[in-house]
Structures are given as C-alpha cells and as structure tokens.
C-alpha cells in the first residue's frame, strides 16, 4: 500500500470514531458527560456538526480541526444554508417550575457515514 493510501485509511477511521461518539452523545440528550475533552494532537481530525437557526432556513455548520504534530494544521468551516423543519410544541419548565407549552424549531438527526 502507497503512504496515501495509508493516510487516507487513518483519516476515515479517525472519522469513524469521531462518529460513533458523535451519535452516541446525541442519544443522551443535553447530557455532554461523553463529550471528548482532549484530542491526540499528534494527528487527528476534529469534526463539529452543528444547525442554526433562523427565520426561514437553518444553517448547517460543519466544522474540521486537522492536528499534526501536536500543532493545528489547519480549520475548515462550512457553511450551508437548509429548508427547516418547522415548529413543534414541546413542554417546558419556567424558574418558577410551572410546566406550559412552546413551540420550538425542530431539530435535525445526525447520521453519518466514513468510507
């Protein structure tokens, strides 16, 4: 195998790790207590998926940390604009602790693939 291919391979299962956490810190809800606190810098790639929200779209942000040699190599960040979901009513406590409905935007699912 070239010394490409063998990057290549390194990086996709570095993203498929990065994934399966990804998914399963998603499950938990709010709960970040499996959020990654430290990266191995020495050569890793961080990816950040994120949506915002506006009036009538969302943004989906896709973030990308490359580390080499413990230092950041370098920062992709894009952006890209999507249809929302729409609203939905969802229950929520005030500081007083009364219950009442709200509607909130919703939310997209993450599924994702490394090849």
């Known amino acids: 195998m070239s010394k490409i291919t063998i990057k290549v391979r390194k990086i996709q299962i570095a993203l498929l790790l990065l994934s399966l956490m990804s998914v399963t810190a998603c499950n938990e809800g709010e709960s970040k207590e499996d959020e990654v606190e430290n990266v191995d810098k020495k050569s890793a790639i961080e990816t950040e998926l994120s949506v915002q929200h506006i009036d009538t779209a969302d943004v989906l942000v896709t973030k990308h940390k490359i580390w080499k040699n413990n230092k950041l190599f370098k920062q992709i960040i894009k952006r890209d604009t999507i249809p929302n979901l729409g609203d939905t009513l969802q229950i929520v406590e005030d500081e007083s602790g ?18």
Do not use: G
């Open 98 to 115: 009364n219950e009442h409905n709200t509607k909130v935007k919703k939310d997209y699912e993450f599924y994702i693939t490394v090849q």
